[in-house]
């Protein structure tokens, strides 16, 4: 089973065992963004402009409308483990 998330028309997949990739419809090619992941993530969530990988009780989130602004902009420990997130748009 691939880790995967979807937004719309866009398609966020584990590429590697710390890489994701966002992709624009079924062209892999133009738009295609490439985010290395600080560890490999259990559960990945994609919104319209930001990706969020995680494991146990913490997620990274990252920026992801663009492969120049592709960074983490934020991360986030809770208190208690994570089964899934959410993002909205």
Not at 23 to 33: L, M, P, Q, R
Not at 57 to 78: G, H, K, L, M, T
Request: proline share 2%.
């Amino acid at each position: 089973q691939v880790l995967s998330a979807t937004c719309n028309t866009r398609l966020a997949y584990l590429t590697s065992l710390r890489e994701m990739t966002i992709i624009e419809g079924t062209n892999e090619s133009e738009n295609k963004v490439t985010i290395s992941t600080d560890l490999e993530p259990a559960f990945v969530a994609l919104g319209p402009s930001h990706l969020a990988t995680g494991m146990n009780n913490r997620i990274w989130f990252y920026s992801c409308a663009d492969q120049v602004s592709a960074q983490c902009v934020n991360e986030q420990e809770y208190i208690g483990s994570v089964e899934s997130v959410s993002l909205n748009g």
